[in-house]
């Protein structure tokens, strides 16, 4: 079964560009989060969809920084404009998430960005 | 919010030794997973265990979750078992945001 795809896995781009990050998470599963990954903060929720809808965007560090999801195996992060202080590695992960009962998340490889 | 505090911090271990990871959590939870970070950074689901014992090979888990922590033990341990270990929980409330622990950062040595 293929796990969670992001791309790119690695991004390099200067400071004020447009980034985009993008994730396709297991079929079937009904929870997408988006997570980021500092030596600073360790790893941080970002944004939590649920059936495509965003729930909990609380992790979003401002307003540069936004989620979609278009449809139920689709996900965009988008930086715009981009900051050094954004470099950092970010990863997807879905589940199967309800309020009676948890599933794991599986997490996708990540995407490494790094801003000059 | 809800503390995770992972020990030890790093661990050197020569191949073949055993070893015993520890998660403690500050509060109660409904959701708690390891995951090692491999070398090449991925994330690898270990086990997902809010309570209860499991085993997967050379690796077991086991979550006391009415004293709050849970183990994680490597036998037998190998090079590969190298990377970073993390702990991480969801709240009672809002158990679909996993906290993460800081990691324990395993070297196994040939």
């Known amino acids: 079964d293929a796990g969670v795809i992001q791309s790119p896995r690695h991004e390099v781009t200067e400071m004020g560009q447009e980034v985009t990050l993008r994730c396709k998470p297991i079929s079937g599963h009904n929870s997408l989060f988006w997570y980021r990954q500092t030596m600073m903060r360790g790893l941080e929720l970002l944004i939590y969809f649920n059936n495509n809808v965003p729930i909990d965007d609380s992790g979003m560090p401002e307003d540069r920084f936004s989620a979609k999801m278009p449809n139920a195996s689709f996900s965009t992060l988008k930086i715009q404009p981009s900051e050094p202080r954004d470099s950092a590695v970010y990863f997807c992960?879905?589940?199967?998430?309800?309020?009676?009962?948890?599933?794991?998340?599986?997490f996708g490889d990540g995407t490494r960005l790094s801003i000059l | 919010g809800i503390q995770v505090e992972q020990s030890p911090p790093d661990l050197i271990l020569q191949e073949g030794a055993n070893s015993t990871l520890r998660c403690n959590f500050s509060d109660s939870v409904n959701n708690l997973q390891w995951f090692h970070q491999n070398p090449w950074g991925q994330l690898i689901n270990l086990f997902y265990i809010p309570s209860g014992t499991k085993q997967n090979g050379r690796l077991s888990a086991t979550t006391v979750a009415t004293e709050r922590y849970s183990l994680l033990y490597i036998s037998s341990s190998q090079t590969t078992d190298s990377g970073v270990y993390f702990c991480a929980v969801g709240e009672m409330d809002s158990s679909y945001k996993l906290i993460f622990g800081s990691g324990t950062r395993l070297l196994v040595r040939p």
């Open positions: 992960a879905s589940s199967l998430y309800g309020t009676r009962s948890n599933q794991p998340q599986h």
